[in-house]
């Protein structure tokens, strides 16, 4: 059987560090180029951050998160101290929940068990909570040039396109961490993010601008004419749907009924509106209290692996018939833990 990469050819490391001396983009969690080489250092916190943050989401929706987050707490001790609800509150909309918990969990590790310091090396970032291979190894690289391949989706596209991998990503993901662990140089940090640059502006998903790329030279799929062939789709699978009901319940005054999620499972520890249990076939609606209910419409919101419709209910109630939550005023909702799924269900009911 044939190896996925017939010819796993290095990448031309110099050729892309001086495309990223020249083009790097302004990113307010990286230090230039030109600013490394004088010897100012990334701060790991900020790099963490950026990376936890950029996990599933794009440069543009996490700048104002980034700063947002790093106003309220500037250093790695300041996050560790705040309240758990307070971080949940300034994620919310930024989705995978469980990043915001395990973002809390780490810096307070990193303040118990390494008086503030991050760890140096890739294994020794991975011991704490949420760091995962990818995470950790672009931390050592960026802070520390640790000479280790930072392989994320970006990266995945860049080597199938210079390769011309036959086979989906997926199937070669180790053979392409091999290569490009061959490839990495001394200022791995660098090359890291220029391969990242390379991956968001120039090898990018609907459009590869091969005649300015400092790899065009060495990739197959530039050389036939075929970047944008690659990489190989698997085949899709449908998302299952799920369906359930949602109650917005708002008093006299107009404030709106909220309540925590669990904490654990999905959106753990988030804020909501009353809800059912969502479930494969839908069933009707068990009203939280007996009320004048209003039909509002549905929403639907697509999870990683599956897609959730729910009708959504209003309804205007006597706010001493609840406990266990709490009523918030409309001009608070923006502050308050809702992620973007519950925000849409206020929307449709003519709130948020």
């Keep these: 059987m044939a190896m996925p990469l017939s010819d796993p050819h290095r990448i031309d490391s110099a050729a892309v560090l001086g495309w990223y ?5 302004d990113l307010p969690w990286r230090v230039a180029p030109a600013d490394r080489q004088r010897g100012v250092r990334p701060d790991p916190y900020r790099v963490w951050l950026s990376e936890v943050m950029l996990q599933q989401t794009t440069v543009a929706a996490v700048r104002k998160y980034f700063l947002r987050f790093t106003d309220l707490w500037p250093e790695v001790a300041d996050l560790a101290a705040a309240p758990l609800d307070a971080v949940l509150r300034e994620w919310a909309g930024l989705g995978y929940y469980a990043r915001a918990r395990n973002l809390h969990a780490c810096a307070q590790a990193v303040v118990r068990e390494h008086g503030g310091a991050f760890p140096t090396s890739s294994a020794e970032l991975q011991r704490l909570p949420g760091i995962g291979a990818y995470t950790g190894a672009a931390i050592a690289a960026i802070c520390f040039d640790e000479q280790i ?20 990503v997926r199937e070669a993901k180790e053979d392409l961490r091999a290569a490009l662990q061959a490839s990495v140089p001394e ?9 990242m640059d390379l991956g968001a502006t120039i090898c990018a998903p609907r459009v590869a601008s091969c005649l300015v790329c400092p790899l065009q030279p060495d990739c197959a799929a530039a050389r036939a004419g075929e970047a944008l062939l690659y990489p190989v789709k ?33 959106l753990a520890g988030m804020t909501e509106v009353p809800n059912s249990d969502w479930g494969v ?55 308050e833990a809702l992620p973007t799924l519950f925000r849409k269900v206020l929307a449709r009911a003519g709130l948020d």
């Design 234 to 266: 698997p085949e899709k699978t449908e998302r299952p749907v799920r369906r359930g009901h949602a109650f917005v319940m708002t008093d006299a005054a107009g404030d709106v009924y909220l309540q925590s999620r669990p904490h654990k499972g999905l």
């Design 281 to 335: 076939e839908p069933d009707g609606p068990a009203f939280p209290l007996d009320a004048d209910w209003r039909h509002r419409g549905q929403v639907v919101h697509v999870f990683t692996h599956f897609r959730l419709e729910l009708e959504v209910w209003s309804a205007r109630v006597d706010g001493a018939m609840l406990d266990g939550g709490w009523w918030s005023e409309p001009a608070a909702l923006k502050g």
């Design 149 to 168: 391949a930072v392989l994320d989706g970006n990266l995945d596209r860049v080597l199938a396109r210079y390769y011309a991998l036959d086979v989906p």
């Design 187 to 195: 200022r791995a940090g660098d090359f890291a993010q220029a391969m």
């Design 21 to 25: 001396d020249r083009h790097a983009r």
